[in-house]
């Protein structure tokens, strides 16, 4: 556990944070997977547990009271139990130039604040605040280390499945197919071959899912930037599996003001704990 004047960030294994879950009566969590544990027998994923359970002693993130009662960090079990039952959330999620996928998640209650990432394979890191911007500052330092271009094209209303299809034509490299997809789809010929582009080479392909209310009706938008030399794609849907979507070519700013200006409810004030209470949360209260 990192702690800073208005900031906790516990760092949890794979088997910890499970057993915290569990601990919690939850069972899953974005980003843990289906098998969080791997292909492993019942005995096996207990004695593995059981480490982890052993492991949060020895750290004090379990800890007894005077009668011997076992508890969570009340600060850990805050950073959970947000992650877990948000008010609001946050996916980003780009391709970085190694190929690996990079994913982070912000996760918004009303006194508290958690960023979810993972360091490493296996690893967790929770970021429990005040304030978030809400990976904000990512989108903007991503898009804005793409180069400018004033290019821009009308926005053009379609299919998620055209989309798909242009997109699997790019991966096997039928640059020809792919315009004439698109343009089938009806994009114009120059913006077709324009996308066709940059669905062959990006520089940059981000996602972004912005989630504004859960319940009881589901607010969200969702952001796909598909960017290179020649500017970028912006890709709008109102959620991940939306049959239409709208696709426009911008510049990277035209792009950023695009996306920021969706981003300002969920960086709106919080009404929120002082930092002074973010500590406290931090310290043991089995």
């Known amino acids: 556990m990192n ?46 547990l059981d480490a982890a359970g052993r492991a949060l002693f020895a750290r004090g993130l379990i800890a007894a009271d005077e009668k011997g009662h076992l508890g969570l960090d009340r600060g850990m079990s805050a950073a959970v139990s947000a992650c877990v039952y948000p008010a609001q959330m946050v996916s980003v999620a780009h391709r970085r130039a190694n190929g690996d996928i990079e994913q982070r998640y912000f996760y918004r209650v009303p006194e508290l604040a958690v960023a979810h990432s993972f360091p490493m394979n296996g690893i967790h890191d929770l970021e429990l605040g005040v304030t978030s ?22 926005p053009y209303p379609l299919k998620q499945a055209a989309l798909a299809q242009a997109h699997k034509l790019a991966d096997q490299g039928d640059g020809d197919a792919v315009t004439e997809s698109l343009t089938s789809a009806g994009i114009a010929a120059d913006h077709a071959r324009w996308l066709a582009g940059a669905l062959a080479a990006p520089a940059l392909r981000l996602v972004i899912q912005l989630i504004y209310r859960l319940s009881p009706t589901l607010e969200q938008k969702v952001f796909t930037l598909i960017g290179n030399g020649a500017g970028c794609w912006l890709v709008e849907a109102d959620q991940l599996e939306a049959n239409e ?13 695009t996306i920021l200006a969706a981003y300002r409810p969920l960086i709106a004030p919080l009404a929120v704990e002082q930092p002074s209470q973010i500590r406290q949360a931090s310290q043991k209260n089995p």
């Open 3 to 48: 702690s800073h004047s208005d900031t906790v960030t516990y760092r949890l294994s794979q088997e910890e944070l499970l057993l915290i879950l569990r601990g919690l009566g939850a069972e899953r969590l974005t980003g843990l997977g289906d098998s969080p544990l791997g292909p492993v027998d019942k005995d096996t994923e207990m004695r593995l």
């Open 133 to 154: 911007d809400m990976g904000s500052a990512i989108v903007r330092e991503l898009l804005m280390g793409l180069p400018e271009n004033e290019r821009s094209t009308p």
């Open 245 to 257: 979507v709208v696709v426009q070519g911008l510049s990277a700013k035209q792009a950023l003001d």
